[in-house]
């Protein structure tokens, strides 16, 4: 017998659903439901096939697939009342739906991405692989491939995929999603009065460069170990909103600084924090500097045998801490995918006028905290009285700076 499924959607899902080309490119703002609009089209095409079909679903690291496009596709199958344990194979990462085999994986594994064949692709936040990992990838999709991303970078996207003829492209905005809330809207809106360049990302979905960003980094492969010795590990608390993050500091004789994400997760209690922190052989003499807004979690992860501490933040903390590592050459090591996008987009606020204010924007910066207390604690010299900010700015803004004190819709029917 069969049934009707109803769903809501935005005018997203049907632009997807109507694209017939080998590449459907999803190029969006914040909130404009391009990942949840594809997931929703790859439950209905996976319900409709009457052949069988492998559909993959591939983001840089599990760790954020987990968090994002992972949570969303089992929350839209439950909320059409389309789960079934029986089908969720957990330690495979796949789900049967119909016909159709939908698999979740991450390509941090180069064995990954060279996997077995698929009929449909769906890589969510493109820009974070690289041009190879999408090549391998696509050699190995027979049908359609789908990707979306923020326009935060320019990427392999726009010298291999953007004139192609083959390419069906989907832009959207905030204002293609019915089903914000008001203060969700007024919370994108009001990037357009604090930092422009983000309003031209988030809120436009236009691409944006990095003019304002506030450190400049070195992607590398591993920690030479041999040359640096570790510091400490920072620690940044975060629920159901904001991530939990790990972050390890190495630093050299040459004033290189090292950094390796562990933890970038959510809804992780503090027993889970220290069941992670053992699963990485952390022991009682490796120290944690954390965030000191949190003492009770401080002194619960301190309790069940870790070497935790606060931050000692004091007077303009975040700026002074941002000298400490501005001081260093940062190398953040590849697999960090989650503080590699911190860095990247970590900037300075500018006004309404294009000008660059002396305070970042309070965005994409847990992982960046973590590392900062530990530059607080651990990387601090004796005069800190002053620090330097160096402001990479527009014409109107372009020097570096010495500071003291505080510086200044709609419903579709599938049958």
Same mark, same amino acid.
């Given at each position: 017998?069969?049934?009707?499924?109803?769903?809501?959607?935005?005018?997203?899902?049907?632009?997807?659903?109507?694209?017939?080309?080998?590449?459907?490119?999803?190029?969006?703002?914040?909130?404009?439901?391009?990942?949840?609009?594809?997931?929703?089209?790859?439950?209905?095409?996976?319900?409709?096939?009457?052949?069988?079909?492998?559909?993959?679903?591939?983001?840089?690291?599990?760790?954020?697939?987990?968090?994002?496009?992972?949570?969303?596709?089992?929350?839209?199958? &439950?909320? /059409?009342? !389309?789960?079934?344990?029986?089908?969720?194979?957990?330690?495979?990462? @796949? *789900?049967?739906?119909?016909? $159709?085999?939908?698999?979740?994986?991450?390509?941090?594994?180069?064995?990954?991405?060279?996997?077995?064949?698929?009929?449909?692709?769906?890589?969510?936040?493109?820009?974070?692989?690289?041009?190879?990992?999408?090549?391998?990838?696509?050699?190995?999709?027979?049908?359609?491939?789908?990707?979306?991303?923020?326009?935060?970078?320019?990427?392999?996207?726009?010298?291999?995929?953007?004139?192609?003829?083959?390419?069906?492209?989907?832009?959207?905005?905030?204002?293609?999603?019915?089903?914000?809330?008001?203060?969700?809207?007024?919370?994108?809106?009001?990037?357009?009065?604090?930092?422009?360049?983000?309003? &031209?990302? /988030?809120? !436009?979905?236009?691409?944006?460069?990095?003019?304002?960003?506030?450190? @400049? *980094?070195?992607?590398?492969? $591993?920690?030479?170990?041999?040359?640096?010795?570790?510091?400490?590990?920072?620690?940044?608390?975060?629920?159901?909103?904001?991530?939990?993050?790990?972050?390890?500091?190495?630093?050299?004789?040459?004033?290189?600084?090292?950094?390796?994400?562990?933890?970038?997760?959510?809804?992780?209690?503090?027993?889970?924090?220290?069941?992670?922190?053992?699963?990485?052989?952390?022991?009682?003499?490796?120290?944690?500097?954390?965030?000191?807004?949190?003492?009770?979690?401080?002194?619960?992860?301190?309790?069940?045998?870790?070497?935790?501490?606060?931050?000692?933040?004091?007077?303009?903390?975040?700026?002074?801490?941002?000298?400490?590592?501005?001081?260093?050459?940062?190398?953040?090591?590849?697999?960090?995918?989650?503080?590699?996008?911190?860095?990247?987009?970590?900037?300075?606020?500018?006004?309404?006028?294009?000008?660059?204010?002396?305070?970042?924007?309070?965005?994409?910066?847990?992982?960046?905290?973590?590392?900062?207390?530990?530059?607080?604690?651990?990387?601090?010299?004796?005069?800190?009285?002053?620090?330097?900010?160096?402001?990479?700015?527009?014409?109107?803004?372009?020097?570096?700076?010495?500071?003291?004190?505080?510086?200044?819709?709609?419903?579709?029917?599938?049958?």
């Amino acid at each position: 017998m069969s049934r009707e499924l109803t769903i809501q959607a935005t005018t997203v899902f049907e632009k997807n659903w109507d694209a017939k080309t080998r590449f459907v490119v999803n190029i969006g703002g914040s909130r404009s439901t391009k990942t949840y609009s594809i997931l929703q089209f790859l439950i209905v095409k996976a319900i409709e096939s009457t052949e069988p079909l492998t559909i993959s679903v591939v983001r840089k690291s599990f760790p954020s697939m987990r968090i994002t496009v992972l949570r969303d596709f089992f929350e839209i199958l &439950k909320s /059409y009342d !389309l789960y079934n344990v029986e089908n969720h194979n957990k330690s495979e990462n @796949t *789900y049967q739906l119909n016909n $159709t085999l939908i698999e979740f994986f991450s390509i941090d594994d180069a064995m990954k991405r060279r996997g077995s064949k698929r009929n449909i692709l769906f890589i969510n936040e493109a820009n974070e692989l690289t041009y190879e990992d999408f090549f391998q990838l696509n050699i190995r999709t027979e049908d359609q491939i789908f990707l979306d991303f923020n326009p935060s970078e320019i990427f392999w996207y726009n010298d291999h995929l953007q004139h192609r003829d083959d390419v069906t492209t989907i832009h959207s905005t905030y204002k293609d999603n019915p089903f914000l809330s008001y203060e969700q809207i007024k919370e994108i809106e009001r990037l357009e009065q604090t930092d422009l360049q983000y309003w &031209k990302i /988030y809120g !436009l979905g236009q691409f944006g460069g990095s003019f304002n960003t506030v450190f @400049t *980094y070195v992607p590398v492969d $591993t920690i030479p170990t041999n040359t640096a010795k570790p510091v400490a590990l920072g620690m940044d608390f975060g629920y159901s909103q904001d991530p939990t993050s790990l972050v390890e500091v190495w630093i050299d004789n040459e004033n290189n600084i090292y950094l390796n994400e562990l933890i970038y997760d959510k809804d992780l209690t503090n027993q889970d924090i220290a069941n992670k922190l053992s699963e990485y052989g952390i022991d009682r003499y490796t120290e944690i500097i954390a965030d000191s807004a949190e003492p009770k979690s401080i002194e619960e992860i301190r309790r069940m045998g870790f070497n935790i501490k606060p931050a000692v933040k004091g007077p303009d903390s975040i700026l002074n801490g941002i000298d400490i590592l501005k001081r260093h050459k940062i190398h953040v090591t590849k697999e960090s995918t989650n503080l590699l996008k911190e860095f990247s987009m970590y900037k300075w606020i500018t006004d309404k006028n294009g000008n660059t204010l002396n305070k970042p924007v309070d965005m994409y910066n847990h992982a960046i905290d973590a590392v900062r207390y530990v530059a607080l604690n651990k990387l601090r010299k004796s005069n800190e009285g002053k620090y330097n900010i160096s402001i990479v700015g527009n014409s109107k803004m372009n020097s570096a700076r010495t500071f003291f004190g505080k510086p200044s819709g709609g419903i579709y029917a599938i049958r």
